[in-house]
Each structure stands twice: as structure tokens, then as C-alpha cells.
T-cell receptor, first 115, second 115 residues
């Protein structure tokens, strides 16, 4: 099946710094990418929908200035957590859509720990 | 409100035993239905999906799921569990048409397999 790669797999940063997470579709062009946040023992919560070449659509309650999403090409979307704080510590997962219903491919996830 | 409920947070079964993971949803109309599996350190992998037609859906790795409209359920089953099936399982729903791949996930069921 199609491959989606996230980088880094885990990152530790100091409070107040910014962290960028990349999501790449390695063998297909992703018209749409999604970013999720997953807390321990909780569901994946959709943060935003990212379409190549346009602004991301954020879900209610997600701060777009805190979580910057860029989808500059059909194979790359980035999530930047700006001025990170300990409460931003979480598991962030991306998925990429090939365009067909249910055709979603997930990255391995990125665990962010903010000290 | 739209939601997906997986009542069992954690299930332990013996290898070779049968398995059923429950999923109930609340949605305005019958959505598209999905089951995903997540192994530690890996992304989510699609097991199976239901769009229409036969309400018993076959998936990969010997899994099947049955859509029951009257119960708003989409339970996942496997007749004989293998140790490699130990993972977390997520049920998800998505809207018909439009942003089909904008999914709502359940909280997941963690499956442990005893030898």
C-alpha cells in the first residue's frame, strides 16, 4: 500500500520554542492531508485539513496561530507548533488522501514532549 | 452530535479464540464506516470499510465486520486470533459525499493476545 512518512518520530523541546513536523506521501500525490492529535487512551482528534496550495481548514477550538500548517506540494505537509508549552505535548499523526473515499494513509506519528 | 463509541477500552483474548470488537455510532445518516488497526510505533492501517451493499464486509488479515443499521453498529470480528493481532483498533465514520475522508474516530480498543 501507499506509504506516508512522518518526521521526526519523537522530539523533545524546551517551552517557548517551535517545532516542525513533516508529513510526506512517498509514492503518491496527496490532494488532501489531515493532521490529528492523540492523547493517551483517547481518540484521534482532527486538528485541521490541509489542501495543497491553499490555507488549511482548522477544526473548532484549534488555534491556527499556534499550529501552523503548510501544504506546499502534493507530497509534503508540515505542522509547526509555535511557542510550544507543556500542554502541547502529545502524539501528532498525519494522514494523506489519494482522493478516493476511505483512501487514507497514515503516518507513523510524532510524539512531542515539551519540557 | 456525531460520535463513535467503542465501549471496550481493553480486551484480552487467548490465541486461537474468537474476537468481537464493538463499535456504535451516532450520525445524522448512515455514514461510511471503517476499521483501522494501529501497532506500536506504526501508523493506522485500514482493515476494512463499508460503503453500501452487503452488510457483512471482509477485510485484510482475516477480519470481517457487520453493519447493522437498526443498532447503529459496525462490530469487528475474527474467528481465530493470532498473537500478531495484538494492537489497538479504531472504528471510524465519515460522511457520504463531500469531505468523505474527514473521519471521526472512536477512542480505540487495545487488544492483548494471551499465548
Amino acid at each position: 500500500g501507499a506509504v506516508v512518512s512522518q518526521h521526526p518520530s519523537w522530539v523533545i523541546c524546551k517551552s517557548g520554542t517551535s517545532v516542525k513536523i513533516e508529513c510526506r506521501s512517498l509514492d503518491f500525490q496527496a490532494t488532501t492531508m489531515f493532521w490529528y492529535r492523540q492523547f493517551p487512551k483517547q481518540s484521534l482528534m482532527l486538528m485541521a485539513t490541509s489542501n495543497e496550495g491553499s490555507k488549511a481548514t482548522y477544526e473548532q477550538g484549534v488555534e491556527k496561530d499556534k499550529f501552523l500548517i503548510n501544504h506546499a506540494s502534493l507530497t509534503l505537509s508540515t505542522l509547526t507548533v509555535t511557542s510550544a508549552h507543556p500542554e502541547d505535548s502529545s502524539f501528532y499523526i498525519c494522514s494523506a488522501s489519494g482522493g478516493l473515499p476511505g483512501e487514507l494513509f497514515f503516518g507513523e506519528g510524532s510524539r512531542l514532549t515539551v519540557l | 452530535a456525531q460520535s463513535v463509541t467503542q465501549p471496550d477500552i481493553h480486551i484480552t483474548v487467548s490465541e486461537g479464540a474468537s474476537l468481537e470488537l464493538r463499535c456504535n455510532y451516532s450520525y445524522g445518516a448512515t455514514p461510511y464506516l471503517f476499521w483501522y488497526v494501529q501497532s506500536p510505533g506504526q501508523g493506522l492501517q485500514l482493515l476494512l470499510k463499508y460503503f453500501s451493499g452487503d452488510t457483512l464486509v471482509q477485510g485484510i488479515k482475516g477480519f470481517e465486520a457487520e453493519f447493522k443499521r437498526s443498532q447503529s453498529s459496525f462490530n469487528l470480528r475474527k474467528p481465530s486470533v493470532h498473537w500478531s493481532d495484538a494492537a489497538e483498533y479504531f472504528c471510524a465514520v465519515g460522511p457520504r459525499g463531500g469531505a468523505t475522508n474527514k473521519l471521526i474516530f472512536g477512542t480505540g480498543t487495545l487488544l492483548a493476545v494471551q499465548p
